[in-house]
């Protein structure tokens, strides 16, 4: 783990590549053409990646789940590491692009990052796209921020020991949302802040590796174009609250930890937002891996799979429990 902005870099790992090579539909395939189409797929393609996974190592462990009602449209996923309490609470943001992912797709991860941080998670079932355009997901998890301020308690958690973060379009989300509270005055109610491959910024913004990852890495920058298109549609550049890079002015924040992958279109607006927050006073950890590819060590298809899933995870749960106290 470093706090360095110099990124090693390797190739990407064979087994890695192996594996992202067996997804590769056979010739033939017809591609999804319009936007249900690709809605469709992206969807599946998630849940399939978890689903087909008969062993995943670490699982089952004992974590516990139980289902929360965060407001009358809005519901979680509750993941109880143990009996004794009150514990660290972690409010988390799953990924997919605003538009696919699940409570299920995300599972695994929860309930290993939950054992290995004694924390207890909240994961957020917020309102994907285009069903419900931006800004109804940031809406979830500023509702869902709140719920955990006010209701930490009641869930098990320790108040004075709360975090909120997520992975990839969910980094992006808990970032904005954590910005919101945090001008109005309710940031300091969370210690740490954990954005691991997010999206900060936009998809034309320049940064070399939407051209370096462009394709052959998973998540492609035309898909990543896609998802901002359906995601906030005519939304403007300068709107932080969908392009947290953007803000002008960031508030007070807690220690963030940001992850990296050297093959992701997202890489580069990750780095360039710790730098921001480093910029603003903000301690930021920033762990990189340098033969890996976008969200490795959490997506339900690779979390756990290789090594290097392993020791990140290992080491995303030792700075959550230094964080949280």
Known sequence: M???????????????????????PPPG???????AEILI???????????????????PNGVETADIRIDDDLRGRLYQPGRDGPHPLLVYFHGGGWAAGSLETHDPFCRLLSAAADVLILSVDYRLAPEHPFPAGLEDAVTAARFVLREADHLGGDRMRLAIGGDSAGGNLAAAALNRLATAGLGSGFRAQMLLYPVTDLPDAGHPSYEENARGYGLEADLMRWFWRIYAPGVSGADFDAAPLRHPN?????????TTAQYDVLRDEAVVYAHKLQAAGVTVTHLHAPDMHHDFAVGG???????QCVATLRDIAGWLKAALG
């Open 2 to 24: 470093t706090n360095g902005s110099r990124l090693a870099s390797r190739p990407l790992d064979p087994a890695l590549r192996a594996y992202l090579d067996s997804l590769v």
């Open 29 to 35: 395939t017809p591609v999804p053409q319009t936007d």
């Open 41 to 59: 797929a992206r969807r599946t393609a998630l849940e399939t990646a978890r689903a087909v996974r008969t062993t995943i190592p670490g699982l």
């Open 250 to 258: 960031l508030p007070p924040l807690p220690p963030t930890l940001i």
């Open 301 to 307: 298809g690779t979390v756990a799979r290789f090594p």
